[in-house]
């Protein structure tokens, strides 16, 4: 995929400066930290290209241009650390002690007006999470996971759902070829007849959540039935997981069928993150997925690391939801508490 932007190694050096001296820790005050990134905007202090490059992705994404972006050579933290495998969102807090990743994808998320959200009961809160291989997560479709995700788009299963996803490639071997899959939901529509779009708009599928979700929440079993197409070309569907619901219809499971054909068919474009590319995407309005194409270095495909977000369209969408959120941060998803 053509990246949208490239830093050159000036512009980079530049933000990097302006973003390294962040002392507020996003894991620790989120609200100070997003506050910090406010200012910094305010105060005129982030360079107009990389205003401007925002600007047009905004633009892109409400003309229904494109939704997905790919930025490269962006800033990162001078020590990357490595984590352990055990507990690797712990192991990070012990370890990471600059922001300047946190920081770019906070700036991108203000810049680009997409609100960041988060779920009470994953990552702790966290509004920055990390795709990176946790052992006891291994082989499953999580984001946990060191293995391949089929097509989906994430928290498939929950009620709330972001617009966007942001990945920054913190740590990725050049050696190994694990590549980021895309795939437009209108690319889908095109493989499906009017007659199957109109049987995925009803109520009857279900998404069991995935074994990340279960852990932390033990009250997330499965979703309640739901459509899988939703506004234009909105889906909620996870492959292999997601399902006709009891005794639906044959119609539900020759529109399933169709579903799996066009995800076959359609065009897709793949994007190879390396250390220091960000790449934003719609989550409801496409699926994406991750092959391992080539890995020649499995110890660089284990400790690939992957900063990650979720963002909402814009602040009207954030607020739509303002009845799920904690009072004391507008975006955190407060949820019942597990029964462990
Ligand atoms: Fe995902």
């Known amino acids: 995929m053509k990246p949208t932007f490239e830093f050159s190694n000036d512009e980079k050096g530049e933000l990097f400066g302006i ?18 990134i406010k200012a910094l905007i305010s105060e005129h ?3 107009q290209s990389f205003i401007k490059v925002c600007e047009k ?23 990357i650390p ?14 990471k002690k600059s922001f300047v990743g946190e920081a770019f994808l906070e700036l991108f998320a203000q810049l680009t007006d997409s609100p960041l959200l988060a779920y009470e009961t994953r990552n702790n809160g966290d509004f920055f999470h990390d795709v990176y291989a946790h052992k006891k997560y291994s082989r499953t479709q999580t984001q946990k ?3 391949e995700l089929f097509f989906h788009n994430d928290r498939t299963a929950h009620p709330v759902r972001a617009d966007y996803l942001s990945l920054l490639g913190m740590r990725c071997s050049e050696s190994n070829r694990i590549y980021t899959g895309y795939l437009d939901g209108r690319a889908l529509l095109d493989h499906l007849t009017e007659a199957q779009q109109n049987t995925l708009r009803k109520p009857l599928f279900i998404t069991p959540y995935d074994e990340y979700s279960r852990d932390s929440n033990t009250q997330q079993v499965t979703s309640d039935r739901h459509s899988i197409l939703e506004n234009e070309h909105s889906f909620r569907y996870y492959d292999t997981r997601t399902t006709y619901a009891p005794e639906a ?16 068919k359609a065009d897709k474009k793949r994007v190879q993150i390396l250390t220091g590319d960000l790449f934003s995407f719609a989550n409801q309005d496409a699926l994406h997925n991750r092959e ?6 499995p110890e660089g495909a284990l400790k690939r690391w992957l900063l990650k977000t979720y963002s909402f369209r814009d602040r009207d969408s954030l607020q739509r939801f303002n009845d799920y959120f904690t009072r004391e941060q507008p975006g955190l998803v407060k949820e019942p508490v597990a029964r462990n």
Do not use: C, M, W
Not at 19 to 30: A, T, W
Not at 292 to 297: R, T, Y
């Open 19 to 36: 973003l390294r001296g962040i002392k507020e820790s996003p894991y620790l005050d989120y609200f100070g930290f997003h506050n910090r």
């Open 45 to 47: 202090n982030i360079p």
């Open 82 to 95: 490595v984590f352990d495998q055990d507990n690797p969102v712990h192991d990070k807090y012990e370890k």
């Open 57 to 79: 992705i905004r633009a892109e994404r409400h003309s229904k241009k494109s939704y997905s972006h790919l930025l490269r050579n962006v800033p990162l933290d001078e020590h």
């Open 292 to 297: 391992l194409i080539e890995v020649n270095d």
């Open 145 to 147: 996971t060191d293995g």
């Open 249 to 264: 219809p044959a119609d539900a499971i020759d529109a399933l069928l169709a579903l799996k054909n066009a995800i076959v």
